[in-house]
């Protein structure tokens, strides 16, 4: 039930969600985040809901709003920087050092 699968940014939270069609969460990534960057910090899918690509749905929005922001992206979690590494179209969201 790929489709099922719902990824919004929780701002009071400081993260993003994934959740199914009866509100379950299924996964999150927390984040901090300023006017001119975003930084990833920790990415994790319930055990219950793994294997089923939620964290790459959920790195995808992210990501797609932090392009749709203006925000330049830190990746500090381990799973952003595979994510950055196999997804070569958002490498323009790469804050330069």
């Known amino acids: 039930m790929d489709n099922d699968v719902t ?14 069609a009866s ?3 299924m996964g999150i990534a927390t984040y901090r985040r300023t006017s001119e960057h975003i930084t990833f910090l920790h990415t994790e899918t319930m055990p219950e809901f793994q294997g ?28 952003y920087i595979q994510y950055f590494e196999k997804h ?6 790469l804050e330069s050092k």
């Open 7 to 20: 990824v919004a940014d929780a701002p009071e939270q400081h993260r993003y969600e994934a959740r199914d």
């Open 23 to 25: 509100g379950a969460l």
């Open 52 to 79: 089923r690509g939620v964290a790459g749905k959920v790195a995808k929005q992210s990501l797609e709003d932090a392009r749709a922001a203006g925000l330049k992206v830190r990746p500090a979690c381990p799973y």
């Open 88 to 93: 070569p179209e958002y490498a323009d969201l």
